[in-house]
Structures are given as structure tokens and as C-alpha cells.
């Protein structure tokens, strides 16, 4: 049996998920999705969910996209394309599992992520990369749309739909200042303390309250009418007085 390309790791209420096939440089592949999906439903299987998930890829590259080779071997198999609508639909559960996630979800970037592996970055609530990393968006040179499960939609949701088109139309090299500037990450860090940035905004998270947590994160993707709102208010504050803080 093969090696899994992906490492769960669960400290207390954190929970590391690693890319590991650093040889396909953590490449979007059907198995590498397929792991990703299961460890999230165990995750919200678990009877304490862990309250903040790290992902990030081993090796040089958090993430490099879709893995080419395997859609032309799917395509030579069924030339109608049913194995690439599969692997896509998979992209779009993935993508929504951790947009929609009651943890919060850290993305940890260093070196290269293209593509999908930029789109897998901006389903994270809060995502930090090292100075040296460098992404882009090179689907139209390789004859292929920006159709990443519906991912292209969250990276707009992010950044603005006139950015995301300078990134397709000009295929020009995101670096870390300017993935800063325009929003797709919250932090640049030298790749020595990248870890140490991870840590910090965990502890800084693990500090505020479960409940109020989940609910401020659904209203940041649903707002709610004031009237809506101030009643969420008033049911969270009943429920803090009989509870203890942070459980």
C-alpha cells in the first residue's frame, strides 16, 4: 500500500494538516483530495472539533494546482471528460469544506503555489507566506479556463474581481509583497519565523470564545438583517453567563 500524501497532526485544540508529496511538488491530485476530504469530516466527526486548522505543504512549494499529468491520463482513459468533471467536482466540496469550516483555517505559504494551489490559500480564513514565496495564474497560456471547482469565486470574494482578472490576464508573477498589497495574504514573514507567525495568530484565536467565534465567522459570509443580529447578540450573551470562557 502507498504512502498517504497527506499528515494530520493534532496538538490540544490545533491541528496541523500537511501536504506531503513534495516529489509532485503537493500538486492537487484525486488522492491528495480524497485525503483531504476524509480527514476534514473526521475532524467534524470528533467529539471536541479542534478550534484552529493549519495547512500547509512539505517540501520547497506549499502547492503547484491541478496535477496536469493525471488529467491527461483521466482524458486518454474517457475522452468525454468524465474523470476531469469527478476531480473538479472534488476540488469544489474541498474548497467549500474549508471556507465553510468552523475552525479557522490557516494557510501556511512558502515557496511556489499556482492555480488551484492559490485558490486552496484563499478558502482559509487567514493565510500568511514567506518572503520568498511566488504564485501565478498560468491557465490561459496553458490553454485551460480558471475553473477550479468554483474556487476561482472564493479568490474574487477575496480580492476583488478587477484584481483576479489583472492576475489571469497578465499571468504575471504574484510575489509576497504584492499578494500582501492586494490582499490574497494577511502576513509576509521571513521563512524562519513562518512557523512562529502560524503559532502566534493560533494562540491569538484559541484566546477568544468558540461559540462567538463561529457565529461572527457565518456572519461575515451571511449577513443577517440589524434586527437578526442584535437577537444572535442577546442569545450568545446568555449562553457566555452559563458556560466557562473559552470552552
Given at each position: 500500500m502507498s504512502n498517504p500524501v497527506l499528515a494530520i497532526c493534532r496538538e490540544g485544540d490545533v491541528v496541523h494538516m500537511k501536504m506531503s508529496d513534495p516529489q509532485r511538488h503537493n500538486a492537487l491530485s484525486e488522492r491528495m483530495m480524497d485525503e483531504m476530504l476524509s480527514a476534514l469530516e473526521s475532524l467534524r466527526q470528533e467529539p471536541r472539533q479542534p478550534r484552529v486548522l493549519v495547512l500547509s505543504g512539505a517540501g520547497p512549494d506549499f502547492c503547484i494546482g491541478g496535477d496536469l499529468p493525471e488529467f491527461g491520463d483521466l482524458f486518454h482513459e474517457d475522452p468525454a471528460g468524465t474523470g476531469i468533471v469527478r476531480l473538479g467536482s472534488k476540488a469544489a466540496r474541498l474548497f467549500a469544506d474549508l471556507s465553510a469550516s468552523d475552525m479557522v483555517t490557516i494557510a501556511r505559504i512558502q515557496g511556489r503555489w499556482i492555480g488551484s494551489g492559490i485558490a486552496l490559500a484563499a478558502a482559509c480564513h487567514l493565510r500568511v507566506a514567506s518572503e520568498d514565496s511566488v504564485g501565478s495564474l498560468p491557465e490561459l497560456a496553458l490553454g485551460l479556463p480558471m475553473?477550479?471547482?468554483?474556487?476561482?469565486?472564493?479568490?474574487?470574494?477575496?480580492?476583488?474581481?478587477?484584481?483576479?482578472?489583472?492576475?489571469?490576464?497578465?499571468?504575471?508573477?504574484?510575489?509576497?509583497?504584492?499578494?500582501?498589497?492586494?490582499?490574497?495574504?494577511?502576513?509576509?514573514?521571513?521563512?524562519?519565523?513562518?512557523?512562529?507567525?502560524?503559532?502566534?495568530?493560533?494562540?491569538?484565536?484559541?484566546?477568544?470564545?468558540?461559540?462567538?467565534?463561529?457565529?461572527s465567522l457565518e456572519l461575515l459570509k451571511k449577513p443577517v438583517s440589524v434586527g437578526i443580529d442584535a437577537v444572535l447578540m442577546a442569545a450568545a450573551f446568555a449562553a457566555r453567563q452559563n458556560r466557562a470562557p473559552n470552552p
Open positions: 475553473a477550479w471547482g468554483g474556487g476561482m469565486h472564493q479568490l474574487v470574494a477575496e480580492i476583488g474581481q478587477s484584481r483576479v482578472r489583472q492576475l489571469m490576464l497578465t499571468r504575471e508573477s504574484i510575489t509576497s509583497e504584492m499578494a500582501l498589497q492586494m490582499g490574497i495574504v494577511h502576513r509576509v514573514v521571513p521563512a524562519s519565523v513562518l512557523d512562529q507567525s502560524v503559532e502566534q495568530w493560533a494562540r491569538a484565536i484559541l484566546l477568544g470564545d468558540r461559540q462567538a467565534t463561529t457565529t
